[in-house]
């Protein structure tokens, strides 16, 4: 999913995430805290999430604020993914200048043994995000242009619908 998100100047940025949920506490990704991602939100805890798919001319847009969970629950969705996921977390450094690509090498070959050494070794800056939608919006392109746009808004007794224009 496409991840959006404005630094603490309001400058925006977007870039590709994976998604780690969706249930009744929100959209889940995850991310280190010091990352750039991290500090936007830490600055400005509201972002917007797009889902799409270019074969069947359709769209999810989800805008909402932003909560970290708990460092509990932050460590469990790290270490229920992959060793190599472990590897790249504990490699940390998220968005920071790198001096050489053999430096890059070097953390990640010896990230990649502590994660293989200890499968359970924390990633202290490791956070899992939620995103708990205040709209979301269903877009069906059509071949005529007379595109279907569906907007759910949270409202105080629930979620209204409405229809937009294209």
């Known amino acids: 999913m496409s991840l959006a998100t404005a630094d603490e100047e309001g400058r925006p940025d977007v870039r590709i995430v994976m998604l780690h949920g969706a249930d009744p506490d929100g ?26 798919w270019p074969v069947l001319g359709r769209q999810v847009r989800v805008r909402g604020p932003v909560a970290p969970a708990p460092y ?5 969705d790290l270490h229920a993914r992959s060793t190599g996921a472990l590897a790249a977390a504990l490699t940390g450094r998220q968005s920071e200048e790198l001096a050489s690509a053999d430096a890059l ?7 990649w043994a502590r994660a293989r050494e200890n499968p359970a070794e924390p990633a202290p800056t490791w956070t899992l995000y939620r995103l708990r939608p205040d709209t979301v919006e269903f877009f069906q ?19 209204s619908r409405a229809l937009l224009w294209p």
């Open 72 to 76: 509990e629950e932050s460590q469990a």
């Open 141 to 159: 392109g059509a071949a005529d242009r007379a595109h279907i746009r569906l907007e759910y808004r949270s409202t105080e007794f629930g979620w």
């Open 27 to 52: 959209w889940s990704f995850a991310t280190h805290a010091t990352s750039r991602k991290g500090r936007a939100l830490e600055a400005r805890p509201y972002a917007a999430l797009a889902f799409y």
């Open 105 to 111: 090498r070097d953390a990640s070959a010896a990230a």
